[in-house]
């Protein structure tokens, strides 16, 4: 018998037998599918304990590092602890206001302080371009907002891009913050963050709206990294006053492998800083065939969904298109 | 050897889950069907069946087929193009001959149950 953990509940499970079915002889029915090790119907996670390398056949790099595994192909063979994928998987986080700053009309720059630096909390680690979920109390169900790190991990603080709503709670809530104030964060969450097979390899780093600090993150890490294959970042936006200024532009501006795009659906005021387009069409032209490149997509659903399907048509390969859909909030 | 094992195993479902699915999304008689479906969650199913009709380890049958397909009003037209596509991929990855008869053989025989007949 081993003893395993499972959504905190202990049991001990007969070995041999795979965790899913282990699991079903104590009335705990994971969902499923194929149960052949193909379908990932079973995801779980494990937090701690030896993972059988069939249990993850298939499945992504960085599905691995968090853990998951096929319940249906994870052989129990000793203890384990484990949880539904997402459970409690991210920890929480106590940081403070450093400094507000307004980069353009309604988007606000907030920085806070890195936990764990220079202090004896833990530490948080992240990829350029992930995002985490701000909380305005420590409250245990404190609902807080997703928001996307625009710094890099290097970096001393952690800075946000967020667009201030005429009635979003959150955004307001955290504009009117003083510098010092506290503040919790929990995660890091997403899959868009440089994971190049080569340095060689074309990227496509396209965005639209605030998906552009994630993406313009993605793109500082892979010039960090010596990335040498070319960079194709499209920011784009409905009308110009989507566009705003990214801090830190000019330390990829000058790579020589970069091309940074900005188009915007509907020609305004300031029509010659940019391109005037359809941003489909524009990233038709600049990469008519995917193949062999990578693409990292954020923004929202439709714009995700649509480029995803755009770039796989054009030759990506599924496992090498990253993408976070974002809903306003 | 099996069949599955000839072909390569998982590795090769792999790569033929990614050519296969890509000409399925590009064939307009078939291409709408897929038009709100996650492409992700659509590739794992893809993965299923291909895995089904190389004779490998699967646990799927001819109801789960009828089941994924019932209410779509497929017809020979449709069931055809997916055949067609999948042996266009089975010889890009240069499956010998004989491998893709048998393959077509399997697909041929879930007709019934994909096209609720």
């Given amino acids: ?119 004896g909390a833990e530490a948080f680690d ?23 790190l625009a710094s890099l991990p290097a970096e001393t603080h952690l800075e946000f891009h967020i667009r201030i709503l005429p009635n979003g709670i959150m955004s307001n809530h955290l504009a009117a913050l003083p510098v010092g104030a506290p503040l919790w964060l929990q995660g890091p969450m997403g899959r868009c963050f440089y994971q190049a097979q080569s340095l060689e390899q074309p ?14 993150g993605v793109a500082r890490a892979a010039v960090q990294a010596g990335h040498r294959g070319p960079i194709y970042c499209v920011m784009g936006a409905k009308e110009e006053s989507g566009l705003y200024p ?4 000019h330390q990829v501006a000058c790579a020589t ?40 997509i954020c923004g929202a659903p439709s714009f995700v969904q649509t480029l995803k399907k755009q770039c796989y048509l054009a030759g990506a390969r599924l496992d090498e298109i990253f993408s976070d859909a974002f809903l306003p909030s | 050897m099996s069949l599955f094992e000839r072909i390569g195993g998982t590795a ?19 291409s709408h069907f897929f038009d709100r479906i996650d492409m992700e969650q659509q590739a794992a199913k893809q993965k299923a069946f291909l895995t089904m ?42 499956v010998a001959a004989s491998d893709i008869a048998e393959i077509a053989t399997l697909a041929g025989s879930l007709k019934a149950d994909v096209l609720n007949q």
């Avoid at chain 1, 990214?246 to 532009?249: E, H």
């Avoid at chain 2, 090769?12 to 078939?30: G, N, T």
């Fill in chain 1, 257 to 296: 492998n970069i091309h940074l795009v900005y188009i915007v659906q509907q020609a305004g005021a300031y029509s010659d800083t940019y391109e005037v387009g359809d941003i489909y069409q524009k990233i038709r032209t600049l990469l008519p065939s995917m193949k062999g490149a990578q693409a990292y």
């Fill in chain 2, 12 to 30: 090769a479902v792999d790569a033929a889950v990614d050519i296969f699915y890509r000409k399925v999304l590009s064939d307009e008689r078939i």
């Fill in chain 1, 203 to 216: 990227l496509l780093l396209a965005a639209i709206g605030t998906g552009m600090a994630p993406i313009f």
């Fill in chain 1, 246 to 249: 990214l801090p830190g532009l």
């Fill in chain 2, 53 to 94: 009709v190389f004779g490998g380890p699967n646990h799927y049958t001819g109801q789960d087929m009828r089941k994924a397909h019932a209410g779509m009003q497929l017809t020979q037209v449709h069931f055809d193009a997916v055949v067609e596509h999948l042996a266009a991929t089975l010889t890009e990855l240069n």
């Fill in chain 1, 1 to 119: 018998m081993a003893q395993v953990e499972f959504n905190q509940q202990v049991f001990a499970l007969e070995e041999g037998l795979t965790l899913l079915s282990a699991l079903d002889r104590h009335g705990l029915n994971l969902p499923r599918g194929c149960q052949a090790g193909v379908c990932q119907g079973c995801l779980v996670q494990i937090t701690e304990g030896d993972i059988p390398p069939r249990a993850q056949e298939g499945l992504t790099a960085e599905q691995k590092n968090q853990g998951l595994v096929m319940a249906c192909m994870c052989a129990v063979s000793g203890p384990l602890r484990a949880q539904t994928p997402g459970a409690g998987a991210h920890k929480r986080y106590a940081c403070e206001v450093v400094r507000q700053r307004w980069l353009k009309g309604d988007i606000l720059q907030l920085c806070v302080s890195k936990p764990g630096l220079n202090t």
């Fill in chain 1, 126 to 148: 992240f990829r350029a371009g992930q995002f985490v979920r701000l909380l305005p109390d420590a409250q245990p169900d404190s609902a807080g907002r997703c928001y996307s």
